[in-house]
């Protein structure tokens, strides 16, 4: 199994900045990406940012410019700094990991728990 835990979250005021951290741990092989994905209150969860095994990072439009994805291989880490944050960026922030537990395993994604992100005007 794979074990995910995020941190970082909190109450900012707009164009603050917060910095999340999600580690994995557990039975992992190799990682192929890791991201963040963001879920507003009665809204569909959304893709934030993601970094794939070769080091390519993918950004919603919407943050582009203001949030920088990055990792730390060797604790299987990533990052999320967020800048300039704005009200909208208020959400439940999820950290995904894609990952096989051994040469043969399929790849599978873990979630973290999630951590509360609130931006006030």
């Known amino acids: 199994q794979v074990q995910l835990v995020e941190s970082g979250g909190g109450l900012v005021q707009a164009g603050g900045s917060l910095r999340l951290s999600c580690s994995a741990s557990g039975s992992i092989f190799s990682i192929d990406t890791m991201g963040w994905y963001r879920q507003p209150a009665g809204n569909e969860r959304e893709l934030v940012a993601i970094i794939i095994s070769g080091g390519s990072r993918n950004y919603a439009t919407s943050v582009k410019g203001r949030f920088t994805i990055s990792r730390d291989i060797a604790k299987n880490t990533v990052y999320l700094q967020m800048d300039s944050l704005k009200p909208e960026d208020t959400a439940v922030y999820y950290c995904?990991?894609?990952?096989?537990?051994?040469?043969?395993?399929?790849?599978?994604?873990?979630w973290g728990q999630g951590t509360q992100v609130t931006v006030s005007s």
């Open positions: 995904n990991v894609r990952a096989r537990r051994g040469v043969r395993d399929p790849q599978r994604g873990y």
